[in-house]
């Protein structure tokens, strides 16, 4: 269980991705599977600092 004051103290947060296939060998960790009549989805997740996680955010922004 992630504790989130304790990483705000940090200065660091999570950042959660999804990806439609299994990825290996990332630095990302997996962390469920989410499942719905018409997508199956892999869910990922990734401790970071809040510059990292605002530069995750924005680039994910651009992407789509």
Do not use: C
Not at 3 to 15: A, I, R
């Amino acid at each position: 269980m992630i504790n989130f004051k304790e990483l705000e103290k940090q200065g660091k947060t999570v950042v959660y991705k999804e990806s439609e296939i299994k990825l290996n060998n990332t630095e990302w960790e997996l962390w469920g599977e989410k499942t719905t009549p018409g997508e199956h989805v892999f869910v990922y997740r990734k401790i970071v600092t809040f510059e990292e996680a605002e530069r995750y955010e924005l680039e994910k922004e651009l992407l789509d």
